[in-house]
């Protein structure tokens, strides 16, 4: 029962699908729930892949069966998940390019980070960030619903997946006074891992059934460069991690 309530918990933190009332009084809160709720990040991507790829889908069989209507299903689908997720990861991407970007010293890029405002590298970030996933998301539609709804939701369950090991690699650098998720960012539990893993693992089994075993080698490839990217970058610029990276 308490994997029940860490998972509601992280549901209730990143996306905005209502745990309220006695559901609320019976998860609980505290700063040890929040973070054995990391472990459940991949279910998160669970849901909210879920109601994007089933956005896609219906908006396929709907719209007329050629590049433009799969552009738009793209765009509703993707439309779908920042609504979903209130554009947590959005926010999080426009502030990491603003402070990346801009700031010449690790103090500079965390001040520019904890400010609210977008400046044009977080602009461009989430134009450019936007309209690829888009225009990919678009590319795998024509080639069938199944296809794109498959890469959609496995690519928001195993995108969940590696923040997890950049917070077990990396200090948490921001200010604590201004970090809701600083019970999460303090300690993840060593065993998040494994728990995350085996929620990712049938992400993984998706993306082998509809794209082959060489398409699941190119996913993971992509997945472990990125990491390994984020890991080396935001250790050399910022000696650590923030909620926005």
């Known amino acids: 029962m308490n994997a029940l309530r860490h998972f509601l918990l992280a549901l209730q933190f990143f996306t905005r699908v209502p745990v309220t009332g006695r559901l609320a009084a019976w998860v609980g809160y505290s700063p040890d729930m929040l973070r054995a709720s990391s472990a459940h990040f991949p279910g998160i991507g669970w849901v909210v892949g879920a109601v994007g790829a089933g956005v896609l889908a219906a908006a396929l069989a709907l719209l007329p069966a050629n590049p433009l209507g799969a552009l738009v299903a793209a765009l509703l689908a993707t439309a779908a998940t920042v609504w979903l997720t209130g554009a947590f990861h959005e926010d999080g991407l426009a502030d990491t390019a603003d402070g990346l970007g801009g700031g010449t010293s690790r103090e500079r890029a965390l001040e520019i980070m904890k400010d609210s405002r977008i400046g044009s590298y977080g602009a461009i970030a989430l134009v450019l960030g936007l ?33 997890l090991v950049v917070m077990r690699r990396l200090p948490y650098v921001a200010d604590p006074a201004h970090a809701k998720a600083k019970p999460i960012a303090d300690a993840v539990p060593a065993g998040a891992l494994p728990v995350a893993v085996l929620w990712s693992l049938p992400a993984a089994a998706l993306l082998a059934w509809m794209f082959g075993s060489a398409g699941l080698a190119a996913a993971l490839v992509g997945w472990m460069a990125a990491l390994a990217y984020m890991l080396r970058l935001l250790g050399r610029r910022l000696q650590g991690f923030t909620g926005d990276t």
């Open 131 to 163: 309209g690829l996933q888009v225009a990919l998301l678009a590319l795998l539609a024509q080639q069938g619903a199944m296809r794109g709804a498959a890469a959609l939701l496995a690519a928001h369950v195993l995108s969940r997946l590696g923040p």
